[in-house]
């Protein structure tokens, strides 16, 4: 049995991740000192980009070729539904704005996993959203046991729980047992575009603890 295409996509974004776990944002995350004004900043960003990936799941249901794929993403749109309506509460308790405008870096990681939802199959689609829930599980082994405020760790808490680890092993199977199904060249552009979603999941953070304005 060869390298699986999610291993590889992993080895080859291994120094993104290692650059994530440094960012000043989850280093002060995690000893308590980040600023109330990032995060706001974060949970006002992040709000428009869980939305997307809703309206992305759906469109990929839409794509569906057979009932197993389309059960798939629409098996866990609610607690994806649910994690959008955490983050407002976070967000509201922290007297942030739900209605902030999108900044850069959020516009453009929302617009390349939309363009991938509409013109590409839902297993190219998800394999360039999967950096996401990938990098959070790796984020959430990085801070368990180190959050200092309660409110990190109750944002937190999904991210560092065996529920997010099972999820995770899940949506790296979807990808590897659909992907022998991809032409060669698609499976490389597949890479490019999972390197893309980590290089916005670096510069996620960076927006949010520069506060990122156009």
Same mark, same amino acid.
């Given at each position: 049995m060869g390298v699986r295409w999610t291993e590889q996509a992993l080895k080859i974004a291994a120094p993104l991740w290692e650059a994530v776990l440094k960012h000043d944002f989850i280093r002060e995350l995690?000893?308590? %000192?980040?600023?109330?004004? +990032?995060?706001?900043?974060?949970? *006002?960003?992040?709000?428009?980009?869980?939305?997307?990936? =809703?309206?992305?799941? %759906?469109?990929?249901?839409? +794509?569906?070729?057979?009932?197993? *794929?389309?059960?798939?993403?629409?098996?866990?749109?609610? =607690?994806?539904?649910?994690?959008?309506?955490?983050?407002?509460?976070?967000?509201?308790a922290l007297g942030g704005n739900p209605n902030a405008p999108i900044a850069p870096a959020c516009h453009g990681y929302t617009r390349h996993i939309l363009s991938l939802a509409w013109a590409r199959r839902p297993v190219e689609y998800f394999g360039a959203f999967l950096p996401c829930p990938l990098s959070y599980d790796e984020i959430g082994h990085h801070l368990r046991d180190r959050l200092k405020k309660s409110s990190h760790r109750d944002w937190w808490e999904f991210y560092m729980s065996r529920e997010h680890n099972e999820m995770c092993d899940r949506y790296r199977s979807f990808v590897d047992e659909r992907v022998d199904d991809v032409s060669p060249a698609a499976r490389n552009e597949m890479l490019k575009n999972f390197i893309v979603s980590c290089k916005y999941e670096y510069w996620?953070?960076?927006?949010?603890?520069?506060?990122?304005?156009?």
């Open positions: 995690g000893n308590g %000192t980040l600023p109330d004004k +990032k995060l706001i900043f974060y949970f *006002e960003q992040n709000i428009h980009y869980i939305d997307m990936v =809703v309206r992305c799941r %759906t469109i990929a249901a839409s +794509k569906a070729t057979s009932d197993a *794929e389309r059960d798939f993403f629409l098996d866990r749109t609610p =607690v994806v539904v649910e994690e959008l309506q955490h983050q407002r509460k976070m967000l509201a996620f953070w960076d927006m949010a603890y520069n506060l990122e304005t156009w």
